[in-house]
């Protein structure tokens, strides 16, 4: 049996990709364990498996000032002998890098070890963490065509693996789940797994002239809620889902949302006609950006800038997206960007030989 070593993490879109490839790692019967750091957010996506993990000490990679800046190197070489430590005792074929700053001290091991590390990046400019890490890779693979330039020949364009379980969600369930009595299209708006204040407070003032045409999924953070809306007929609001969101995506004729690229490749694999309102550059690095307008030059995405965001925008866009639906459609139809569970699996398999 072959053993595989996942590693990536600091938010959700650093950790569900690896999860993408495990049923599919499973059938082709890999051992699977997974290094993560003690207390982020991986280790408690991770726990909800059966996947065995390994907490390593992990300091965070920083663009800016901060004093945290003279300590955290510490830290990342601590990281880089508890994973040596790690790896010398379960000696895998491979290690899968998802990137996110846990990540960087583990494929440097992996290096040294002469273990061979494949990492994927999901967005059209690679982060810091994988730009430290590309060194130490023998392939990185990307999610957007543009990428391979900025990378060079490690560079393999594969898209962004996509969960199973997506396919197979059930629209009718969300509908009920709802409590949607009229037969509306469904429009799905999403902030982000922490929510939008400003995409919250916007769709809730112009709830009165989108209601007669649409049925409403609002998912809005945490401690987001509005109980004064919470009869409102045809507005089902959530602060966070999980296994319901395969449902709700099935359910869904249109999608508002950030410009994360691992939900927008599942829209694309859905073929979910959508607007994308990506974080502004004054709040990210500016990635969702270039991810959006990566996704609105190929047809796939309408896009409304942060800046530009009011009432009226986004209703006349709203509007607009639901009328040119078939044509983004179409677009998503003729993409390229699919297959990449498969691809990604092909090549973990060509470089654990």
Do not use: W
């Not at 998802?98 to 999901?122: D, M, T, W, Y």
């Not at 809730?204 to 004064?228: M, V």
């Not at 449902?247 to 829209?267: K, P, T």
């Not at 896009?303 to 677009?331: A, G, N, P």
């Amino acid at each position: 049996m072959k053993k595989i070593i996942m590693t990536g993490g600091g938010t959700a879109g650093h950790v569900n990709p690896n999860l993408a490839l495990v049923p599919k790692l499973r059938q082709l019967s890999y051992e699977i364990k997974y290094i993560g750091s003690k207390n982020g957010i991986e280790k408690e996506i991770i726990g909800k498996t059966k996947i065995p993990y390994f907490g390593i000490s992990s300091g965070k990679l920083r663009r800016y000032f901060d004093l945290k800046n003279f300590t955290d190197p510490f830290k990342v070489g601590a990281g880089f002998f508890q994973s040596l430590h790690i790896l010398r005792k379960e000696k895998p074929d491979i290690v899968f890098s998802k990137g996110g700053f846990v990540s960087v001290p583990v494929v440097a091991a992996a290096s040294f070890l002469r273990i061979p590390v494949l990492a994927h990046e999901s967005d059209l400019t690679p982060g810091l963490a994988n730009k430290l890490a590309s060194r130490f890779v023998d392939r990185l693979l990307v999610t957007f065509p543009d990428t391979v330039s900025k990378i060079g020949e490690k560079a393999i364009l594969v898209g962004s693996p996509i969960r199973e379980d997506l396919y197979k969600g059930d629209g009718e369930r969300a509908r009920e789940a709802a409590g949607f009595t009229e037969n509306k299209p469904v429009l799905l708006v999403m902030g982000g797994s922490i929510g939008s204040v400003k995409i919250n407070t916007t769709l809730r003032k112009i709830l009165p002239e989108l209601l007669p045409i649409f049925n409403i999924i609002h998912l809005c953070g945490k401690n987001n809620l509005d109980e004064s809306l919470k009869e409102t007929l045809g507005y089902k609001q959530y602060e966070y889902v999980v296994e319901e969101m395969k449902d709700i995506l099935q359910a869904a004729d249109l999608i508002v949302s950030r410009a994360g690229s691992n939900s927008i490749f599942e829209f694309l694999a859905l073929r979910k006609p959508n607007l994308l309102i990506p974080l502004s550059k004054g709040a990210s690095r500016g990635d969702q950006i270039e991810n959006a307008q990566s996704f609105y030059k190929s047809g796939y995405s309408m896009v409304l800038v942060e800046e530009e965001l009011t009432d009226v925008s986004l209703r006349m866009s709203i509007l607009k997206l639901y009328e040119d639906r078939e044509k983004f459609i179409s677009h998503m139809e003729e993409s390229q960007l699919s297959g990449a569970t498969d691809k990604i699996l092909e090549l973990i398999e060509k470089y654990s030989k």
